[in-house]
């Protein structure tokens, strides 16, 4: 996956996580580490898909407009990037079995992809954020109390 799609799924599920917050392009850039300006990109295209609406003016930022239930992953990767894998034989006519063995795993390989990640919506991406959320605080209080454990028994 390219860094602009792998951005722009990032970006989406953070606006996606608060429909009503407006976020800074500045915000959603330092959180994932990225230049706000190649985030502007990414936002750019999103906003021309009408996932996301430029709020202008002071407090200014982004705000998620899709439908969390709908967009899949796929969606927002095929914006960025060719989706089908180019494994080409050079001269079909001439190819020999080695080359047609290759050439017929590459596109089940992209075949499987594309409907892994049609299946998968934003939706059900900030479901699984909420449960890697609540898995780590349990870990967190799990590691707390233990550590609490073994600084009384010393």
């Given amino acids: 996956?390219?860094?602009?799609?792998?951005?722009?799924?990032?970006?989406?599920?953070?606006?996606?996580?608060?429909?009503?917050?407006?976020?800074?392009?500045?915000?959603?850039?330092?959180?994932?580490?990225?230049?706000?300006h190649h985030l502007a990109k990414v936002l750019l295209v999103l906003g021309r898909a009408g996932w996301v609406q430029s709020v202008r003016g002071v407090g200014g930022g982004y705000k998620f407009s899709g439908n969390a239930r709908r967009i899949?992953?796929?969606?927002v990767i095929s914006l960025f990037e060719e989706t089908e894998v180019k494994c080409r034989l050079s001269d079909p006519s001439q190819a020999n079995p080695e080359e047609w063995a290759l050439f017929d795993v590459s596109k089940e390989i992209n075949d499987i992809s594309v409907a892994t990640y049609s299946s998968i919506t934003l939706s059900t991406m900030l479901m699984q954020i909420e449960k890697r959320k609540k898995a780590q605080k349990i870990s967190g209080s799990d590691a707390a109390s233990d550590a609490g454990a073994k600084v009384s028994a010393q």
């Fill in 72 to 75: 899949t992953l796929y969606d």
């Fill in 1 to 36: 996956m390219q860094k602009s799609s792998r951005l722009a799924i990032l970006a989406l599920l953070e606006l996606a996580s608060n429909p009503d917050r407006q976020i800074s392009t500045a915000e959603i850039g330092e959180k994932y580490r990225v230049s706000a």
